[in-house]
C-alpha cells in the first residue's frame, strides 16, 4: 500500500508519488535564529524529521533541507538591544538551535543553508522576476507584483479579491498594489546591509526560501513543509516566485502541522506562557518531549499542559519499562525455540499495524497506541515461566526498530540518587543478605515515601521514579 498524505494544495489525502522513484526532495522551513526556539518550533522539528525518518524507514533516499533565517527585522531589533552585530547573534542561536533539536533526537538536514550566505543566488533570482515583469523596483525597494501570478490564492484557499480587500500600504512603502509584497529591502541608516544592483539593502522574508530551495532542490521538489501559520502568507509567496520563475510546479505536496497551545491558551509573550524549549528540556525528559508531541496527529492542535507532559511520561515509561524488563529476563532466558514461530507471526502483525498507522498520514498518535500493544504482549510473554532467548531478542529488536523511526531512545535517562537514598537502598541490599525481611520492607516503604519504587528481580533490585 501506498503512503497517503494530506496535501494541503489539494485539502485531501493523495497517495505518495515522488518525482523520482526512490528519492524524496523535502524542503522545511527553518526558524529565525534571533532567540532560543520555543515549543511552538519544536513541534515542525520533530514532526517533520519523523516524517523523514518514516520515509527513509519505508526504502526511500530523502534530500532534506532546513534553512535559517538569519538576517532580518527581529535579528536587527535583537543586535540593537544586546549592543552586537548580527552575525554575532545568530551563530549563537544557530548554535543553540542544533543542541535543542539534537536533545529532541531530531536528525540534522542534509543541509542547512543561511540566508546571508545565499545573497548571490536571491538577487539573481529577484533580477530574473524584474526581467519576466513580475517584479518591480521602487526606490531602492523591489516588489512582487501580486496580481501578475494568476493562480495566486490556490493554497490558502483565497480569492485574490478577497485578499485585496484587507491589504493595506504601510507609511513608507512604495507599492504600486497593496497586494504586492517586498522581495528587497534598502537598508536603513546603521543597518546590516548588501550590495546588489539596487543599492544596499537585504532580502524579504519570502523569496530566501524560494532561492535556497531551487539551489539545493531544483525547481520542483515534492514536500514542502512547516507550521499551520506558514501557508499564508509565507507559503503562497513562495509558490508565487518560484512558480513564476521557473514555470513549473513548485512543490507537489504541501505539508503543514497544528498550532500548540498552553493550557488551552494561544502561547504568546504577552501572556506570560510563551516557553523555550531550552528551558523546558532541563526539567523533563527530552526524550518525553518529543514522545508528547508525536502523541497527536501531526495535522491537529496540539495543547501543553503539566497534565498531559505528565501523561506522556507515564506512557513513554510503560514502553522503557517493558523494553527493560525483556533485557533483564535475557540474562536468564533458555534457548528454548518452540515457541518462536507463533511470537515470531504475532510481532510481525503488530510491525504491519504500525505501518498501515504510519502510512496513514503519518498518524504517530496511532503509531503510539500499536507500540503500547508490542508492550502489552511483550509482559504477557514474560509471564511465562520459561522464556525464549529467541524470543526475546525479535521483542527487542522490533521495539528499537519501531522507536528509532520515531526517533526515540529506550534508555532510561540517567539519574543520580542523593547520598541519602544511595545509603538506605545498600541498607536495604544488606538487610535482605542478612534475611532482616522486616527492615528491608520497612526501608522500601520508606524509599517508596520518597517517591522511589523498588523492584527486586533475579539480577538484583531496580528502581525508578514513581
Not at 532580518?72 to 543586535?79: E, F, M, P, V
Not at 546603521?190 to 530566501?208: T, Y
Request: hydrophobic fraction near 35%; charged fraction near 30%; include cysteine.
Amino acid at each position: 500500500m501506498a503512503i497517503q498524505l494530506y496535501n494541503t494544495l489539494t485539502r485531501s489525502k493523495e497517495p505518495f508519488k515522488p518525482l523520482e522513484e526512490g528519492k524524496v526532495k523535502m524542503y522545511v522551513c527553518g526558524p529565525t535564529v534571533y532567540n532560543y526556539i520555543h515549543i511552538g518550533n519544536a513541534r515542525p522539528a520533530i514532526v517533520f524529521d519523523t516524517v523523514r525518518r518514516y520515509l527513509e524507514y519505508r526504502g526511500y533516499d530523502v534530500q532534506f533541507i532546513s534553512n535559517f533565517t538569519d538576517v532580518d527585522d527581529k535579528l536587527i531589533r535583537a543586535a540593537n538591544e544586546l549592543g552586537e552585530d548580527v552575525p554575532t547573534i545568530a551563530d549563537r542561536f544557530i548554535k543553540a538551535y542544533y543542541e535543542d533539536v539534537s536533545a529532541l533526537g531530531c536528525k540534522q538536514a542534509d543541509h542547512h543553508p543561511r540566508v546571508t550566505e545565499s545573497m548571490d543566488i536571491i538577487v539573481e533570482f529577484i533580477e530574473k522576476l524584474i526581467e519576466k515583469g513580475y517584479a518591480y523596483e521602487a526606490g531602492g525597494d523591489v516588489y512582487y507584483k501580486t496580481r501578475s501570478f494568476k493562480g495566486y490564492g490556490k493554497l490558502s484557499h483565497q480569492s485574490i479579491d478577497d485578499l485585496r480587500s484587507g491589504a493595506r500600504i504601510e507609511v513608507g512603502e512604495k507599492k504600486q498594489d497593496p497586494l504586492d509584497f517586498v522581495l528587497w529591502k534598502a537598508a536603513k541608516e546603521g543597518e546590516i546591509f548588501w550590495e546588489s544592483p539596487w543599492g544596499k539593502g537585504r532580502p524579504g522574508w519570502h523569496i530566501e526560501c524560494s532561492a535556497m530551495a531551487k539551489k539545493y532542490l531544483g525547481d520542483t521538489i515534492d514536500i514542502h513543509a512547516g507550521g499551520q501559520d506558514l501557508t499564508f502568507p509565507h507559503h503562497e509567496n513562495e509558490i508565487a516566485q518560484s512558480e513564476a520563475l521557473n514555470e513549473k510546479t513548485f512543490a507537489t505536496y504541501w505539508m503543514h502541522n497544528g498550532y500548540i497551545n498552553i493550557d488551552n491558551e494561544k502561547m504568546s509573550k504577552s501572556l506570560g506562557n510563551f516557553i523555550l524549549v531550552h528551558d523546558i528540556i532541563e526539567k523533563i525528559n527530552p526524550q518525553v518531549l518529543r514522545f508528547f508531541m508525536l502523541s497527536v496527529q501531526y495535522r491537529h492542535p496540539i495543547n501543553f499542559s503539566q497534565e498531559l507532559v505528565d501523561s506522556a511520561q507515564n506512557g513513554y515509561e510503560r514502553l522503557v519499562t517493558a523494553y527493560e524488563n525483556l533485557k533483564h529476563r535475557s540474562q536468564s532466558s533458555t534457548n528454548l525455540t518452540q515457541d518462536t514461530e507463533v511470537w515470531g507471526k504475532r510481532l510481525q502483525e503488530i510491525r504491519e499495524s504500525f505501518i498501515k498507522e504510519m502510512d496513514d498520514d503519518f498518524n504517530t498518535a496511532n503509531a503510539v497506541t500499536v507500540l503500547f500493544e508490542l508492550a502489552k504482549q511483550a509482559n504477557i510473554y514474560l509471564m511465562e515461566s520459561n522464556t525464549s532467548e529467541e524470543v526475546i531478542a525479535l521483542f527487542t529488536s522490533l521495539f528499537e526498530e519501531l522507536m528509532d523511526v520515531l526517533g526515540m531512545t529506550l534508555e532510561r535517562q540517567i539519574e543520580f540518587l542523593d547520598e541519602e537514598i544511595e545509603s538506605l537502598m545498600q541498607k536495604r541490599i544488606e538487610a535482605r543478605k542478612n534475611r532482616d525481611f522486616a527492615l528491608a520492607d520497612q526501608i522500601r516503604d520508606q524509599l517508596k515515601d520518597m517517591n522511589i519504587i523498588i523492584e527486586d528481580t533475579p539480577q538484583g533490585p531496580r528502581w525508578k521514579r514513581g
